[in-house]
């Protein structure tokens, strides 16, 4: 009954966050204060990703003229072009393997890590590190291809160079979708855009080559006539199965 009572609040204030995310796509234009994008940027840190490796960059765009020049670069979407600003999600190895040198510096000195928590925790960061060194190598590529090729389970193999940055996307893709809950539990919106022109908002953030963009977040306040039409999903029965 003790956890039911403190569970109960919980998912209720998330069901009404998630139930108030929406894509939207008419923005007020109006300033966003700095205190609560810096917030919903903290929150989406906490995202999840493979090894702890967090192989991603969240461009804040606050210069108006790249956050124009970008908004371009999403072939004028109505989104892009009224938002207050823009999240950028940049994906690569080398911030993957960034993130674990600092990582492993964090464990070696970290005072709140017993013995066998620190043992663990560089081992892991050890283990993740050579994967990142190795996966992309280019005697992996053709594996894939046909491993793919035999059995399309194996698509997302994270090997091979086409491999690593799908891989390193989807935990973009993870801090993406917690960013966009962190928005609408902060009391913005947000609409997620994949089609853009990548290598114009590549060139224009100076993002290094192997850097892959999963998704631009546009975040702002809806407008008062911003079109919110019935939402409509799959059925639990259809889109679940049981086993």
């Known amino acids: 009954m003790t956890d039911q009572t403190h569970t109960e609040p919980r998912w209720s204030h998330f069901c ?15 300033p966003l204060l700095d205190e609560d994008v810096r917030a919903v940027l903290q929150a989406a840190l906490l995202a999840p990703s493979s090894g702890n490796l967090q192989p991603y960059e969240l461009h804040w765009l606050r210069d108006t003229d790249l956050k124009q020049r970008v908004a371009e670069a999403c072939h004028a979407q109505r989104a892009a072009r009224s938002a207050s600003t823009l ?28 013995a066998r928590s620190r043992t ?48 390193a996307a989807r935990s973009g893709i993870y801090a993406a979708q917690t960013l966009m809950l962190a928005a609408s539990a902060r009391g913005l919106d947000s609409c997620p855009m994949e089609g853009f022109d990548a290598p114009k908002v590549a060139k224009a953030l100076g993002l290094p080559r192997g850097t892959v963009i999963p998704i631009v977040i546009a975040l702002g306040h809806r407008s008062a006539d911003a079109r919110l039409e019935p939402r409509w999903r799959r059925a639990l029965t259809d889109a679940v199965i049981e086993h």
């Open 16 to 30: 009404e966050v998630n139930e108030h995310r929406r894509a939207i796509r008419d923005f007020d234009g109006a």
């Open 120 to 167: 663990y925790h560089l081992g892991q960061v050890r283990k993740f590190t050579r994967f990142l060194k190795l996966a992309p190598l280019l005697l992996w590529t053709p594996m894939r291809a046909l491993l793919s090729l035999l059995n399309p389970v194996h698509s997302l193999l994270p090997i091979g160079t086409s491999g690593m940055r799908n891989w």
């Open 87 to 114: 999240v950028v999600v940049a994906a690569s190895r080398r911030i993957g393997l960034r993130t674990a040198a600092r990582q492993l510096q964090h464990v070696e000195h970290a005072t709140d890590l017993d």
